[in-house]
C-alpha cells in the first residue's frame, strides 16, 4: 500500500549519478549493478551507507529512524538532493527561491503546513524537470520523495539555534558561481519574469542579489538593488541589462498594486529593450493591468502587441495566453464574432506548444469565454479537453476543477445525473491532493444533490 513507503526508500537522490551529474544507465549496466549488489548483500558484512548518505558521500541529513523529522532537515537535503544530481546554478537558483519561502514560513510561529508543502512540491517539479530533459525519460523522482515525506510526522516549525550552520543563511546568502566566458553571453528567459544573466561580473552579481530579495518577496530590499542595477548598467553602457532591471521592478510594483509605477517601468523596459520576449511579457502585463480596470481600447492594444513580440520571439506559450485574453475582453462584451475568432487562435496555437499544461490552461479559458457569451454546449467541450491535458500530466487539482465545473454547466440545467457522475470524478481526483478546501467543496455539491 501507498500509506507503507518510507521517504527512504524513494528518495530523490537514489538515481545513477556519476562525478555530481546524471548519467543514464544501460539495461546490461542496470542487470550487472543489480547482481553486485545482491551479491555484497549476501558476502560483505561491511554495514552498507544505504539510505544514510548521498551517492557522493555525503551523508544526509534527515535521519529516517526518527520518528519526527523537522523542516530544517527536509531543506538541508533538498538542497543537497539538487547538488548530488548535479543540477546547474539557474536551476539551484530557482529551487532556493522556493525553500527560502518554505524557510520564511516555517519561521511563523504558526507555520502554514499547505503554504509549505506547496512550495516544497514546487520546489521538487523543477529538479524532475531537469532530471526529465536530462535522462530523455519522464520522472518524478523527487516530486515522489516529497510525496512521501509528507506521510511522515514533520515538525513544520524551525528549530532556532539548532544547527551552526543556519539554513537561512545557506538559501539567502548562497552565491552562484557561473562560469565566465570570453564570448558575449546572451540573455535566458523562463518562464513569466526575465532571468538574465549579464556578462560584468559586478554587475551579474547586484542582479542576481536583486533577484533573491525579489524571491522571497522582500520587495522593498528588491527594489532597491534592481535600481542600484540599472544605474550601475547605465555607468557602464549595458543598456539591455538596465531594460531588464526596469522590467523587473515593473512585476515588483505590479505585486504591491502600485500600477501606475508598474505601467511606467513595463512601458520603459519594452521601449528600451531589443529583446522580443521581453518586450512580448511587458506589453501582456500592461494589457493585463488594463484588463483588470476594463479599458478595453488599451487592453486590446496591448495584447496585440504581446501576440506580434511573442511570434517574433518565436514563445508560443506567451503567444497563445495573449490570444485567450483577447478573447476574454471580447466575450465579456457579448462579440461573439471575435471571442471564437480568438478562441479558435488560442486554441490552434496552444496545440503547436505540444506542452499539455498549456494545452489545459487555454482550454479552461476558453470554456469560461464560451460560457460569458452563453455557449455553454461549445464550454463543455473546452472544459473535456481541458481535463484530459492535465489528466495527462497527472495535475489532479486542475483535473478536479474542471470536472466541478463542467458540472456546474449541468446542474445549471437540471442534469443532476451527469452532475453528479462528473463531481464524483472530481472528488476521485481532488482525493489524492492536498487541497482541502476544494475537498470540501465538491464534498458538499454532492450533498446538495
Known amino acids: ?20 551529474q546524471i548519467v ?7 542487470k550487472k549493478s543489480s547482481q553486485s549488489s545482491e551479491k555484497n548483500a549476501q558476502n560483505d558484512n561491511t554495514p552498507s551507507r544505504g539510505n544514510n548518505y548521498f551517492p557522493t558521500g555525503e551523508k544526509v541529513a534527515i535521519d529516517y529512524t526518527q520518528r519526527r523529522i523537522n523542516i530544517e532537515q527536509v531543506l538541508t537535503d533538498f538542497k543537497n538532493t539538487a547538488n548530488a544530481i548535479g543540477a546547474p546554478d539557474d536551476i539551484k537558483s530557482e529551487v532556493s527561491s522556493y525553500l527560502s519561502l518554505v524557510y520564511s514560513q516555517a519561521q511563523k510561529d504558526r507555520p502554514n503546513q499547505s503554504i509549505i508543502q506547496s512550495n516544497l512540491k514546487n520546489a521538487s517539479q523543477i529538479l524532475d524537470e ?13 516530486e515522489n520523495w516529497v510525496d512521501a515525506l509528507f506521510l511522515q510526522h514533520i515538525d513544520y516549525k524551525v528549530q532556532k539555534n539548532e544547527a551552526p550552520n543556519n539554513i537561512e543563511q545557506e538559501l539567502k546568502q548562497q552565491e552562484i558561481n557561473l562560469p565566465e566566458s570570453n564570448e558575449k553571453e546572451q540573455p535566458s528567459l523562463i518562464g513569466q519574469e526575465a532571468i538574465y544573466i549579464p556578462q560584468d561580473p559586478q554587475l551579474k552579481r547586484m542582479f542576481i542579489q536583486a533577484k533573491k530579495y525579489a524571491a522571497i518577496n522582500n520587495q522593498d530590499k528588491a527594489l532597491d538593488a534592481f535600481q542600484n542595477t540599472m544605474d550601475y548598467a547605465q555607468s557602464i553602457g549595458e543598456g ?3 531594460a531588464i532591471a526596469q522590467f523587473e521592478k515593473g512585476l515588483i510594483y505590479d505585486k504591491k498594486d502600485d500600477l501606475e509605477s508598474a505601467l511606467y517601468n513595463y512601458h520603459n523596459a519594452a521601449k528600451q529593450t531589443a529583446n522580443n520576449n521581453v518586450k512580448a511579457k511587458a506589453y501582456m502585463n500592461m494589457g493585463k493591468i488594463y484588463d483588470d480596470f476594463v479599458k478595453f481600447e488599451p487592453a486590446f492594444n496591448h495584447y496585440c502587441a504581446a501576440v506580434s513580440f511573442a511570434g517574433e520571439a518565436d514563445n508560443l506559450k506567451l503567444q497563445t495566453q495573449a490570444l485567450s485574453n483577447l478573447a476574454k475582453i471580447h466575450s465579456e462584451r457579448y462579440d461573439k464574432e471575435n471571442t471564437y475568432k480568438f478562441i479558435e487562435l488560442s486554441d490552434i496555437i496552444s496545440e503547436e506548444t505540444s506542452d499539455d499544461k498549456v494545452i489545459g490552461i487555454i482550454a479552461s479559458k476558453n470554456a469560461k469565454n464560451c460560457q460569458r457569451v ?3 454546449g461549445l464550454a463543455l467541450k473546452y472544459y473535456a479537453k481541458s481535463a484530459k491535458s492535465f489528466s495527462d500530466i497527472d495535475d489532479n487539482v486542475n483535473l478536479a476543477k474542471k470536472y466541478l465545473e463542467a458540472a456546474e454547466i449541468m446542474l445549471k ?6 452532475a453528479k457522475r462528473l463531481l464524483s470524478k472530481a472528488f476521485v481526483a481532488a482525493s489524492s491532493t492536498f487541497d482541502i478546501d476544494l475537498k470540501q467543496q465538491i464534498t458538499s455539491k454532492i450533498a446538495n444533490l
Open 130 to 142: 531537469y532530471i526529465t530533459n536530462t535522462l530523455k525519460k519522464p520522472s518524478k523522482v523527487v
Open 240 to 242: 539591455e541589462a538596465y
Open 374 to 376: 452563453s455557449d455553454d
Open 413 to 418: 440545467y437540471g442534469n443532476k445525473a451527469k
Open 24 to 30: 543514464k544507465k544501460t539495461d546490461d549496466e542496470e
Open 1 to 20: 500500500m501507498y500509506n507503507t513507503i518510507h521517504p527512504a526508500y524513494v528518495r530523490p537522490y537514489g538515481i545513477g549519478v556519476n562525478n555530481r
